[in-house]
Every structure is written in structure tokens, then in C-alpha cells.
């Protein structure tokens, strides 16, 4: 209580006490400006106080009773320099670029991850923290994150998605590059076409985000954002191969193009060949499926948007990709929608394209444009079942920066989501009298306005973002969705925030829930569903400490709780072989608890543990009713050591699984039923990279090193055209131990 009391009266000191007090921003020379640079060094001459700048490039040294204030300002790739301040208590810093260390070599964030210095607790994942895994796909990126749980939809397509704060992946805003490009159709299989080596950094933001984005994110947002042309790779090659028989070839072009060197491109190629049949548990169905996935991806920049002038940032990608499963014999030329062989295939296409530009006039003024549309058109056989979809899609976004106070920023602008989803079912063979086949139309029309304003008050040591849109559903009606998020840094150590807002989605039933497709289940439709609608609050705090100069970590703690007002979920409970379609209006709650401890010694050794607590539930006829798939507690940790030079690095990862409840199957027969809830268990993964010149890696790991398999995860897997036969109860590995070998190969 004293503390508090003592807090809040610190604020109200007239900025004239702070003298003692110097702070302000970080940066570093460009051809054509200057930009921010985070993590750079900042040293007090006079009795060696040393602090890092933020991921804004914000600083704060304390001088009391220091009699020489000198500031030492360093960066690796930048010379360093010495600046007087004199009287004053602010500073705007410059370095020079070394030129003669910067020649050839592209200097990186020598974090792995780490938490930004944002108002929003945003977990940033680089390239560095992404090599400790083989990463093939955004859902393998998360192995050493405890905020992200990757989750399998369909087990014999392999479908997934990224849940945070135990609620389906659906909740969560995927974005790439910033802008929503996964969503209805794309949402089944789009985040297995993103490889990791275009990834150049991941944020993860749990709870309340931004509205410029969108009236989504409910859950949270995951921003995948790729590699700048500018300072990706020359040449970057990589090739990884399974104990499956599974291959992924990749390679990186990057340059620059023009007289002044000012379009810079970067050119992608993705490939996956598929895996030889495997049933390692001999339940007749592959343990994977057999993925063939090309994919091309060219990337254009010129200018910089933190600069003055014109920036453009434009990109082109293509996916094309065939999954094919179901049992051993299962031939995809000749068994489509068969009786007698199940059998599950998926092809489909889908070029998109996506546009960002703006021009800043000053510092204080800027104007960005954005763009983005794609096209999906698939064609799948689920056993006997047969679904045929497109999907267009369109995104645009128009706002106007404004720094209207050295304090205060407003961000304000006008956008408009267009989707047109049509999806063909029927059935070659419908001995079970499932009753919906049929055309389905899942129309999206919303323009929207929205205006977000950011208060920074001493350097940052306060920052309040305050937003709101208004939205028009074309057939619900208008939406207002308002937001806020708070960070106060008490001191170099400890920061606070809180979050709190709403939000909404569209249902895109058949995509989103692939699990209605690929059993036995007839879905009975009770009424039309209506946009999910809920709010998010949330609280963290986190401690940053520096023992000595060999040992530094991060202490962090949060808690997020979210009260949907209508929430929509497949009733599986009330009939094993029915899916009822209905709205939930009542009480549906999710409460995440997450622990997480990070600690770095001798910047070689690395060690990260988490915990997470669960409560996910419905109130359902007085009783709570816990949602399946989701582990009451959860706990991870990671190691990674790297020997000095660099040439040898190690990982291993573990994580463990409380048991989850899982669908009724009570009134199924004898050898179709489940429990009523799993088991726990636990995986751990390991890798190990060897490195040569820093040009060549060469890694090899084994994910799931104790062979933990669910056991009959596949109901009537002996009678898959019967009506028992289901998919919905896979709750943990299914494929066994898998181990992997790669090679990396790079021109910086």
C-alpha cells in the first residue's frame, strides 16, 4: 500500500524535480535518415550506470549525485560516441554507421525473444529463437512459447491452428505482414503454407490489441511479419528431410535494383515432397498425411516509412498444395469418394496479392494506404463426402498519422472487408441419411471507421492507447468496438499493464470446423448463427533484472479473462453421431493464468519455464460445463547453450499436459466410447546445430524423443463408413517420435 501511495504521488511531481534524470532516444544513421535502434548501449561516464534502449529507442539514466554526466553510446555496427548533455535532460542520439564493420554483414537482434517495450505485452520471437527448432511452418515455431498451443483440427490432414488462452484458434488475429490474411476458407490449412525461412520476427500479443487491424483479435494476435528485402540473405538455402520420408527444399533471393539502389526485392521459393505411408500405431490410417506444397513468394520495398517521403512495400505470393490421407490403401486416383476405402484428399490453389504505401510529410504527419485480396479454389473428398470451394477476399485500409503534441499521437482512418465464400457438399454414397448437402453462401460486406489516440507522458514511462471503430455488418447491423491499453513502467525493472475491450467475428462454419466434414456426424442446423461477440480484460506485470554482467533474465506474470455475450461451438455432446449448429447466449468464459521465468547466463545459456492455468467453461442448465481440448494446467521450459564461438549450439524443450475433457461418447457402444476426459502426458524435443563460417548450418533433432502416442485416437477406425466413425477426439500426438536432418546454407 505505501508503495502505491508512493507511486501515484511520483507522478505527481512537476517534471523540474526530475533533473537528476536523463533520458531520451536512440538512433542510428541511414543512407537516407535515421532510424530508431533498440538494445543499443547507453553508459554514464561518471560512475558507469548502463542501460539498454527499448524497442523504441528510449532511454533513461539516472545522474543523481553524479558529478560527470557524460553518456558512452554504443551499438554493434555503429561507432561509438560520446555526448556532454550539459543542463539538459533530454537527448536525441545519433551513431554513425562503422562502415567497415557493416561492409557484407547484416546486423540482427542478438535476442532470441523477448517482451517489448509496448503498451500492448507483445512476446517478439526472432530468427534466432525460431533456429532453435526445424520451424518447417508457422504452427512448429511456437516450441519454446508458452503463449501459443498449437492444435490439430483434422488428425488425418493435419490441419492446425494456433489457440491462445485455451479458445480455438479462431479468436485469435492471424496477420501477416499486418495485414489479415488468414481467414474463412485460407483459415483450414493457411498457416502450414507460411515456412519459417521467410519469417524474420513473430509478435504474439494475448488479449485487447489495436483496432486498426480490425474488430477482431478477441483472444489475441499473432503478426508474422517477414524478411526485409533490404536486410534479408543474399542467398539463403535450406533443406530438411524426416524420418517419415517428408522433404521441404527453400531458397531466398534478396537485392536491390535501380540507380540508387532503392528497390529492394526479395524472392521466396517453398517446396514440401511428400512422406512415404506410416502407421505406427496399426490402426490402417496414415499417421501423416502425404503434402506436396509448392509455394512463390516476391516481396518489394522502396523507402522507409519512418522516413520522409514516399515508402511503398508491395508482395505477390502463390500456394498450390495437395494433402492426401485416410487409410494405407487409400489410392487418391481411384478411391475418391469410395464406399469401401476411406480416404481424405485436398487440392487447392491460392494466389494473393497485398499492397502498403503512405507518404510522410514531416514528422508529425504521414498518410498509409493498405491493400490486400486473395483468391482460394479447393476441391476435397472427405471419405464419402464431397466439398468444392472458392473464396474471394479483399481488404482495404486508409489512415492519417498525426503527431499532434510532442505527447500525443492520433491515428485515424476508414476500412472495408469484402469475402464471398460459397462451398458445395453431397455425398457419393448417403446410407446415413446425413441431411446437409447443399450450397452454402457466407456473404462479408463491413466498412468501418476507426480512430486510436496514444498518450506518452516522461519518455514513455507511461503510454495510454485509447481506441474505438464502428463497423456495419451487412446483414447484423453495425458493431462499436472500443479498446484501451496501459503500460507505466515503474522504473528500469518493473512494468505494468492492463488491457481491456471488445470483440466480434463472422462464422465461416464449414472451414472453421473441418471436423463437421471429415466423420460420420450429421449436422443439424437448429437456427441461423449470428457474429461471436465478447470482451477481454487483462493485467501483467513484468520484472527485468541484470544480477551482474553475466546473468540477466525476465520475470513475467498475467492474467486474462474473456466473457463472450454470444460464442458458437459445435454441440457434439448431446448425440455422438449428430453436430448441432446453435448460438450460446448464455455465461462462457475463458480465465488464462501464465507464469514465465527467462534467465540468460554468460549471454551462452539460456532457460525459459512457463506455467499456465486454465478455466474454460459454459454455464449450461446451472452446471458448469468445461470446453473440451483444454488443459486445466500446462507447464513448458527450454534450454539452449551455444559455445563460444558459436560453432555448436543445443536445445531441448519439454512440455506437459494436464488431462483435457473430452466429447460424450457414453451412449456409443462398447468399443466406440472414450473417456470422459485424457490422460496427461508430456514431449520433449531436442536439436543440435553445428555452424561453420557463419554461411553454413547443418541441425539435426528429434521432436517427441519418449514416442508418446494417444492411444485409439480415431473412433470406428475398423468401420469408417459406419456412424460411430469420428474424428473429434484427438487430444495429443498421434505420429510417434520423428526424427529430422537439415542443412542451411547463406550469402550475407
Known amino acids: 500500500m505505501i508503495r502505491a501511495i508512493a507511486g501515484i504521488a511520483l507522478l505527481l511531481i512537476p517534471d523540474t524535480l526530475y533533473a537528476q534524470t536523463i533520458s531520451g532516444k536512440l538512433f542510428g544513421a541511414t543512407e537516407t535518415g535515421m532510424e530508431i535502434l533498440p538494445g543499443g548501449t547507453l553508459q554514464l561516464t561518471g560512475n558507469g550506470a548502463t542501460v539498454r534502449a527499448n524497442e523504441n529507442g528510449v532511454f533513461v539514466l539516472n545522474a543523481d549525485s553524479v558529478s560527470d554526466k557524460r553518456i558512452i553510446a554504443s551499438e554493434p555496427g555503429y561507432i561509438t560516441d560520446t555526448i556532454d548533455p550539459g543542463r539538459r535532460t533530454y537527448l536525441s542520439i545519433t551513431l554513425r554507421r562503422n562502415a567497415h564493420i557493416l561492409k557484407g554483414v547484416t546486423v540482427k537482434d542478438s535476442r532470441a525473444a523477448y517482451l517489448a517495450n509496448t503498451a500492448v505485452k507483445t512476446e517478439v520471437i526472432t530468427q534466432r529463437e525460431l533456429s532453435k527448432a526445424a520451424c518447417c511452418d508457422l504452427a512448429g515455431c511456437f516450441g519454446t512459447q508458452a503463449s501459443v498451443q498449437p492444435q490439430t483440427t483434422n488428425v488425418v490432414t493435419n490441419a492446425q491452428e494456433l489457440r491462445i488462452l485455451g479458445l480455438s484458434g479462431v479468436y485469435n488475429q492471424v496477420l501477416f505482414d499486418g495485414l489479415p490474411m488468414i481467414q474463412g476458407l485460407n483459415y483450414t490449412y493457411g498457416i502450414s503454407t507460411y515456412p519459417g525461412t521467410v519469417v524474420d520476427n513473430i509478435y504474439v500479443s494475448k488479449g485487447t490489441t489495436s483496432v486498426l487491424q480490425g474488430y477482431e483479435s478477441i483472444s489475441g494476435q499473432i503478426n508474422l511479419e517477414s524478411k526485409q528485402p533490404d536486410k534479408a540473405e543474399q542467398l539463403y538455402l535450406n533443406a530438411y528431410a524426416n524420418s517419415f520420408g517428408e522433404a521441404h527444399f527453400n531458397a531466398n533471393v534478396a537485392g536491390s535494383v535501380g540507380k540508387k539502389k532503392r528497390w529492394h526485392s526479395l524472392l521466396a521459393l517453398h517446396s514440401v515432397q511428400p512422406a512415404a505411408k506410416v502407421d505406427g500405431n496399426h490402426d490402417g490410417f496414415l499417421d501423416l498425411p502425404q503434402l506436396k506444397r509448392y509455394m512463390a513468394y516476391n516481396k518489394w520495398r522502396y523507402g522507409n516509412d519512418r522516413e520522409h517521403g514516399l515508402y511503398i512495400q508491395t508482395g505477390l505470393r502463390i500456394v498450390q498444395e495437395s494433402r492426401t490421407g485416410g487409410q494405407t490403401g487409400f489410392d487418391a486416383v481411384r478411391d475418391l469418394g469410395s464406399n469401401t476405402v476411406y480416404g481424405q484428399s485436398v487440392h487447392y490453389t491460392q494466389p494473393e496479392v497485398y499492397l502498403k504505401t503512405g507518404y510522410r510529410f514531416s514528422t508529425r504527419h504521414a498518410i498509409a494506404f493498405a491493400a490486400a485480396a486473395y483468391f482460394q479454389d479447393q476441391h476435397s473428398w472427405f471419405g464419402t463426402t464431397k466439398y468444392d470451394a472458392r473464396q474471394r477476399s479483399a481488404y482495404l485500409n486508409l489512415q492519417h498519422e498525426w503527431q499532434w503534441h510532442r505527447r500525443h499521437s492520433l491515428k485515424y482512418g476508414v476500412s472495408y472487408r469484402y469475402q464471398r465464400l460459397e462451398e458445395q457438399i453431397g455425398f457419393s454414397d448417403n446410407s446415413l441419411g446425413r441431411s446437409f448437402a447443399g450450397h452454402y453462401r457466407t456473404p462479408l460486406s463491413v466498412p468501418g471507421a476507426f480512430a486510436e489516440h496514444t498518450f506518452r507522458w516522461r519518455d514513455e514511462q507511461i503510454v495510454l492507447i485509447t481506441g474505438a471503430r464502428i463497423d456495419r455488418h451487412q446483414v447484423w447491423g453495425t458493431y462499436f468496438t ?182 460424450n461418447t457414453s451412449s456409443n457402444p462398447d468399443a466406440y466410447r472414450r473417456p470422459a476426459f485424457s490422460v496427461p502426458y508430456a514431449t520433449v524435443n531436442m536439436q543440435l546445430t553445428f555452424r561453420y563460417r557463419k554461411s553454413l548450418d547443418i541441425y539435426a533433432g528429434c521432436e517427441n524423443v519418449a514416442n508418446y502416442r494417444q492411444p485409439n485416437p480415431i473412433i470406428s477406425a475398423d468401420n469408417p463408413f459406419g456412424k460411430y466413425f469420428d474424428l473429434s477426439s484427438v487430444w495429443g500426438p498421434t505420429r510417434g517420435r520423428e526424427w529430422y536432418i537439415g542443412v542451411k546454407y547463406r550469402i550475407l
Open 482 to 663: 472500443p479498446r484501451a491499453m496501459l503500460k507505466y513502467a515503474w522504473n528500469n525493472h518493473h512494468t505494468f499493464r492492463a488491457s481491456a475491450g471488445s470483440g466480434w467475428r463472422q462464422v465461416n462454419l464449414f472451414s472453421e470446423q473441418i471436423n463437421l466434414l471429415v466423420g460420420s456426424r450429421d449436422v443439424i442446423f437448429t437456427e441461423a448463427l449470428k457474429p461471436e461477440q465478447a470482451v477481454n480484460w487483462g493485467v501483467s506485470h513484468t520484472y527485468r533484472f541484470d544480477w551482474s554482467a553475466a546473468v540477466n533474465g525476465t520475470l513475467s506474470a498475467d492474467f486474462y479473462s474473456t466473457h463472450f455475450r454470444n460464442q458458437f461451438f459445435p454441440d457434439y455432446d448431446t448425440d455422438p453421431t449428430k453436430a448441432f449448429i446453435r448460438n450460446f447466449e448464455g455465461v462462457s468464459h475463458s480465465n488464462g493464468l501464465q507464469v514465465e521465468a527467462s534467465l540468460v547466463f554468460f549471454k551462452r545459456l539460456e532457460f525459459r519455464t512457463a506455467y499456465n492455468y486454465l478455466d474454460v467453461y459454459r454455464i449450461e442448465n446451472g452446471s458448469k460445463i468445461l470446453l473440451p481440448f483444454n488443459p486445466r494446467n500446462r507447464a513448458m521450459a527450454a534450454l539452449s547453450y551455444r559455445t563460444k564461438q558459436d560453432r555448436w549450439q543445443a536445445d531441448l524443450n519439454a512440455h506437459w499436459f494436464d488431462r483435457m475433457r473430452l466429447p
